[in-house]
């Protein structure tokens, strides 16, 4: 079968193309056909290097994709082979507490990723596809779509009425968006770009704020809130901009911290005390989130914005259009 790995954690050019024996399902195991994937910014800090989290070597990168069973090994119940599926990011994340064997089961990570043709998946590590979605639409969910659902819906307990301030257009911010405006949330996104705010309110932004032009947007966010502040931050810039997040929120307000686009900064905790804030740390989702996540996507119709779709020849040149920032939603591959 075609995949790629990475050779070395030195740079996308280490990402090669390879021919691999296809692999066999075991006991709970299923054999996927992978038919899209989609990269997350993970992906690129992995290829790079800056990737938090030990990854093994020579990994099939990228923890999203898409297709149908065609294959499944011993007392596999849940699925069949024809499902339309999805991998589970955490392949060993049933639902509840993560456990200590979680974070080494993370597809593209500490195991091999779905950049491939088939990839043995565990039973309880994919769910199915929303009918009204194509593949290359659901390639889009398993990362970005499901931690935007853990930040608003686990984490935030949001409810309509309520509002979110999104950070960025990339894919977890612009899935909050949509998410918090289907529940009837009022949305506040703030970007570098007037275009790309522009496309966001097109998607139901109530507000938008350009951040370059606008450096203290914390001060505007609660001008635009009549001084209450937001109720709930979706951070993706990390430290770099969590005090301007914490300026955001009304008191009592949550931070759903997801990422460090921002980089590093040192955290000042008497702001944390101060705001009587609720953060939390957010890492993707459980399967059983994934779940309910689809129940609510399939119930609303919700598409993914995807911004291109590039072949399977091209992942090298997908990579790169992840890493000039100029993508709206989500950059996919088809296999």
Wanted: net charge neutral; with cysteine.
């Amino acid at each position: 079968m075609r995949a790629y790995q990475l050779t070395a954690q030195s740079g996308i050019d280490a990402l090669k193309a390879v021919d691999l024996p296809v692999p066999k399902p075991g006991r709970r195991q299923v054999l996927v056909k992978i038919a899209a994937c989609s990269l997350n910014y993970r992906d690129l800090a992995i290829a790079t290097g800056r990737y938090r989290a030990p990854t093994r070597a020579h990994v099939i990168p990228l923890s999203d994709g898409a297709g149908e069973v065609v294959e499944t090994g011993q007392d596999v119940l849940r699925v069949k082979a024809g499902d339309r599926v999805m991998g589970c990011f955490f392949q060993r994340w049933t639902g509840g507490e993560p456990g200590p064997d979680t974070q080494g089961s993370a597809l593209g990570g500490g195991i091999d990723g779905m950049l491939r043709e088939y990839a043995v998946l565990e039973e309880d590590g994919v769910v199915k596809t929303p009918a009204h979605l194509t593949d290359i639409e659901a390639a889009a969910l398993p990362c970005a779509a499901l931690t935007a659902w853990h930040a608003l819906v686990e984490h935030g307990r949001l409810a309509a009425g309520r509002t979110v301030l999104a950070q960025g257009t990339g894919g977890v911010s612009i899935f909050a968006l949509q998410f918090a405006r289907m529940m009837g949330a009022a949305v506040i996104a703030i970007s570098s770009s007037d275009e790309k705010l522009a496309r966001a309110k097109t998607l139901g932004a109530d507000r938008g704020i350009n951040y370059r032009d606008t450096p203290a947007w914390d001060a505007a966010a609660m001008e635009m809130t009549g001084g209450r502040g937001v109720d709930q931050v979706v951070e993706v810039g990390g430290p770099g901009t969590f005090a301007r997040s914490l300026g955001a929120i009304r008191t009592g307000g949550k931070i759903s911290l997801i990422g460090v686009l921002a980089g590093m900064a040192d955290i000042n905790p008497s702001l944390i005390l101060a705001k009587r804030a609720d953060v939390r740390g957010i890492s993707v989702g459980s399967m059983q989130m994934f779940e309910a996540m689809n129940a609510a996507v399939s119930a609303h119709g919700l598409k993914p914005v995807i911004d291109r779709v590039f072949p399977f020849a091209e992942a090298l040149e997908a990579y790169r259009h992840l890493q000039s920032a100029a993508h709206f939603g989500k950059i996919v591959i088809t296999i």
